[in-house]
């Protein structure tokens, strides 16, 4: 018989999922939720001291080569116990082979997952799919949706949404890599090459008088789950050590059960991938200890890859399918973890005007948005403050305002229907507090996403203008 999880509505308190922030007051007029304890506050963060380059020698180059393939898999359970442990924390079971939605928009309290998004809803639903499928209904929607699979490599395995079901919805079976076996009729079998696996939803938000019509969709779509799941008991730290990290990443190609990956972890066994940490020499601990931090800080301007076109950074055409890019799988690990493949959405990162000065918020900047740009759904434009370990995650301000798009009704278009937007700390007086992105103090990311993307923005035929300087606004 189906072990039936249905939407916990008590959940939305306490789960932080790309975007998540505990709401002020209830965003939906809807019978109040189970009461639960409040979220635990956040953690400290940890302090990032400098770190001194590697030594280039062959045994930092295989480490390094060790640890990126590794570390998007630790990112990926460090993720799942981080919102499991929430959803147990409320007394709400394990959180797995559960869709958990977040009727909330994110704000700057989100700091689970980097680089969240202003401008959708999340479902989220750690999958343990050793035991049997996890049947997974998509209701009717009118309005941009997409689901997206991710194996615990992090790589996309299927995008279902407007894109590819368009309005009607579907019913979809996700099985592990060893499943055999007859499908109810109509159910259509998507397959993941890893029994972890992670289904995000994201449902847009056509600005906050949308807010309940979209948490509504969101709470139309149903999983379902046959058996239970195998235990994951570790300690998956934000800032790992060696033991953590190894450990970890051991665990994660264990419960896999993908060939393929287990065959690519075989050719770093040199460096300790697949033995037990206490199996490790005392030199080989000693090297995972020492160059940790100095590996995970390699990986803090990943995203800026390529060379900058008027300061923006474009994707390649490889992300979200890395296959055995685990220089991109990393760097997207730390700065942008679940991101969606190109033809889905386009993500540019800009951290320079034009001339390759860094962006900072004690200077003024205009960004012109240029009119007719070839977007299937929508776009957006939302500013990120880095942190010392390289996340990124909102500026808080006066106006709880975080990104800006095509949905924004505030904003005021030029006759031509570009929108130049200003970009700068200090609140500007007057009408321009409208066009206003409000920036941190110091250094930070501008990244602009197009949803369903054109043929231009797919092709580079198109490219946004550069953030100019421009004089201060009082």
Known sequence: MHRVWGYIAAALAVLAVPGAAAPAKPPVKKAAPAAVKPAPKPAPKPAVLAQAPLPDTPEIRALRRAFRFGFAPYEMLRTRQAQSARVAAAGMGSGINALIPRLTLADASSREVTTPNNDTLYGSAWLDLRDGPVFFTIPPLSRYHSAALMSITSDVVAVLGTRSVGSAGGRYAIVGPNFSGDLPKGVEMVRSPSNDAWLLVRVVVNGTDDLAAAADGLTRYTLS????????????????????????????????????????????????????????????????????????????????????????????????????????????????????????????????????????????????????????????????????????????????????GDRSRHLRPERDGSIELFIQNAKPSGERVVNWLPAPKGRFVLVYRAYLPGAGLLDGSIRLPPVTEDEMIP
């Open 225 to 404: 789950a046959i058996g239970g799941q195998t235990p994951l008991d570790l300690a998956v730290p934000a800032v790992p050590d060696g033991r953590a990290f190894i450990t970890t990443v051991n665990a994660a190609i264990e419960r896999s059960g993908d060939e393929r990956l287990m065959a690519r972890a075989r050719g770093f066994a040199e460096q300790g991938i697949g033995t037990p940490w206490e199996q490790l020499s005392p030199e080989q601990q000693k090297l995972w200890n020492d160059s940790l931090p100095a590996l995970i800080h390699e990986l803090r301007d990943g995203l800026a890859m390529g060379t900058p076109v008027n300061g923006w950074s474009y994707p390649p055409l490889n992300m979200a399918f890395y296959g055995e890019d685990d220089d991109l799988r990393s760097a997207v690990a730390l700065g942008g973890l679940a991101a969606l493949p190109r033809v889905e959405a386009v993500y540019f990162t800009a951290r320079t005007d034009g001339e390759g000065k860094p962006l900072t918020g004690d200077k003024s900047w205009r960004l012109k948005i240029p009119p007719g740009l070839p977007v299937g759904a929508f776009w957006s434009l939302t500013m990120y403050q880095q942190e010392e370990d390289g996340r990124l995650f909102f500026v808080p301000n006066a106006l709880d305002r975080f990104a800006v």
